[in-house]
């Protein structure tokens, strides 16, 4: 039995896209536990209700995460919706569903290619971002900015995707899809890619139950969840399934959510084909006063949002339960056993994302 | 072979022009919704502070006064809610994001002295009594329906400028032309809709009283 020492991973570390510490008790090459410590970028985000109304707010939630940033925008605006009793448009919800998709393309290849980046491929790395810029340019087109969309608000959307954009947008998927098709034969047949990535960090089905998985990372190991299914937005009227894996491994996660990539870009084509015409959004009055919960499928998984309201202008409590959050304990699981040369690998597989997850 | 696969792109690549763009050299383009930075029309500004006041990242200040109009760039997180929040309508998103600079500075605009001059006018301190109740009144710019108005307040508690007084007790509801910006908010919130403006009328100053009859609050089922 070798002599067991703690290696400290993070909370800068090369791989690292967001701060997370750590601690690996290591024997030999092996890891026996990991120890997480995070808390590097809290900005106590939930605490500026006390300071700022709740239409404000809408453009502080959105800033909770910089790639799902539309859907958390979205998801605190659908929660004070349901309390006040609004109804928002058919178009808007059609709108709203195109975003949250554009949003899980650009978050999904910026995925593949910081996974791409972890197992050392520099040129895939930069192919993936390379193909995101042209999502990122519909998002500009769409909402006027890159990635932070500030398009909600209570009772719809500010702007319409007109139908010159629609036709652009169209156009770009295809491209897009061509492209993407051509790296996912590098990610999924590539002898190397493959190596690296077959059999790291099992999780069984059990397993991500039992831990409380979200997301991608969950349906990777089988678990059928999917948010989008409950039918929030135009989500009823599109016709998917979520998408499963059996393996559990990181190959697994990589599979599903390059499959997940060309399940959004033809989500967005059956909007786009069943988008009815009228309003984007209706008039509200009133303050809420009550609170409510919702649940929407971010491309990280899923994300719970709870308003409380008082009927005056600054709310009771905010919270967000982030898909990161749910996901660490799986993570931390996965360790269990690995190489410490995996680790990083182990991290992006959750997609992490340690800025939503703090606040 | 899939390894054939990604160099053919690595060699196609090889041969293509570079996807990103020499700037600043080559300017950037941007789309035309693109929301780059808030440009206000400063002659339409009534300084009714309204954008100060819901600006999520308070990189705005208002100064009433003295008619300007300030906005600390670095701290504008460019999210247009002021543009919506404008009763009139003078911020607008333009492309063009903040240039990078040595220090956070602030840009000051200030609104031409006729748009001033209304604002600059002393309050007359003559308390005009009111005319017996049940006439529609049709005042200078904001008038009101005494008959139809509940007396819930809403319109004083929405008012930016403090111009409104409503009283249940001593029933009347009275307003400060002087402080009154016709900013049209308290019409926008008031439930039975008793209020009117029309811009069109001469300026006026002084308060107004007038007696309201309190029409009695429909219940909600
Ligand atoms: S765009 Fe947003 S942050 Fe900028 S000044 Fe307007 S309200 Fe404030
Ligand atoms: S909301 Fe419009 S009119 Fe009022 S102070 Fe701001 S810019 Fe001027
Ligand atoms: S228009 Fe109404 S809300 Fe605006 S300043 Fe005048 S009284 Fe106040």
């Known amino acids: ?359 | 072979m899939a390894i054939m696969n990604f160099g053919k792109t690595m060699l196609k690549n090889l041969f293509l022009k570079p996807v990103t763009v020499n700037y600043p050299a080559e300017p950037a383009v941007y789309p035309e919704g693109s929301r780059g930075h808030v440009e206000i029309d400063v002659d339409k500004c009534i300084s009714c502070t309204i954008c100060a006041m819901n600006c999520p990242s308070d990189a705005l200040k208002v100064d009433r006064q003295a008619g300007t109009w300030t906005i600390n760039r670095f701290d504008c997180i460019a999210c247009g809610y002021c543009v919506e929040k404008c009763p009139k309508k003078c911020l607008k998103m333009v492309p063009g994001y903040q240039e990078p600079m040595g220090e956070k500075t602030e840009e000051t605009f200030r609104r031409p002295e006729e748009s001033m001059a209304k604002a600059a006018k002393p309050a007359k301190p003559t308390v005009t009594a009111a005319p017996s109740t049940g006439i529609v009144s049709t005042h200078n710019h904001v008038s009101i329906d005494v008959k139809k108005c509940l007396g819930c307040g809403k319109c004083m508690r929405n008012c930016p400028n403090d111009a409104l007084a409503v009283d249940r007790k001593a029933k009347t509801w009275s307003i400060n032309r002087s402080k009154c910006i016709t900013c049209g908010l308290c019409i926008d919130n008031c439930p039975t809709k008793c209020m009117t403006m029309d811009p069109n009328d001469p300026d006026s100053n002084g308060i107004e009283t007038y007696e309201i009859e309190l029409a009695p609050i429909k219940k909600k089922d």
């Open chain 1, 1 to 359: 039995m070798g002599k067991r020492k703690v290696v400290p991973f993070g909370p800068q570390h090369p791989v690292l896209p967001e701060p997370i510490h750590l601690d690996l008790v290591m024997e030999d090459e092996k890891i026996l536990e990991a120890v997480p410590n995070i808390g590097f970028v809290h900005r106590g985000l939930e605490g500026l209700i006390e300071k700022k109304d709740f239409n404000e707010l809408i453009y502080i939630a959105e800033r909770t995460c910089g790639i799902c940033s539309y859907q958390h925008g979205m998801g605190y605006t659908e929660t004070l919706e349901q309390i006040m009793g609004v109804e928002i448009p058919d178009r808007a919800k059609f709108l709203r569903s195109t975003w949250s998709e554009l949003g899980r393309l650009h978050s999904h290849l910026l995925w593949l290619g910081l996974l791409a980046d972890g197992f050392g491929f520099e040129s895939l790395f930069y192919e993936c971002w390379r193909i995101r810029e042209k999502i990122l340019d519909l998002h500009e087109l769409t909402v006027g900015a890159r990635l932070i969309f500030s398009v909600n608000k209570v009772g719809g959307v500010l702007r319409d995707i007109t139908p010159e954009m629609q036709k652009t947008i169209l156009e770009t998927l295809d491209v897009v899809e061509e492209e993407v098709k051509n790296i996912q034969k590098t990610f999924l047949y590539d002898y190397s890619v493959q190596s690296r990535l077959k059999g790291i960090g099992v999780l069984s089905l059990q397993q991500v139950h039992d831990l409380g998985c979200a997301g991608p990372f969950a349906r990777a190991s089988g678990l059928n969840l999917d948010m989008r299914k409950l039918g929030y937005d135009a989500y009823p009227y599109i016709d998917f399934e979520p998408i499963i894996s059996t393996d559990g491994d990181c190959f697994a996660r990589c599979d599903v959510r390059t499959r997940e990539i060309f399940q959004s870009i033809d989500i967005i084509r059956q909007i786009f084909a069943k988008m009815p015409e009228g309003d984007i959004a209706v008039p509200v009055k009133g303050m809420p006063n009550g609170e409510a919960t919702v649940r929407i499928e971010q491309p990280r998984g899923e994300a719970v949002y709870y308003v409380k309201g008082n009927g005056k202008k600054l709310l009771d409590r905010m919270r967000i339960r982030t898909p990161t959050f749910a996901n660490l304990p799986g993570l931390l699981e996965t360790m269990k056993g690995a190489d410490l040369s995996d680790v990083p690998l182990l991290i992006l597989s959750i997609d992490p994302c340690i800025s939503c997850t703090e606040r």
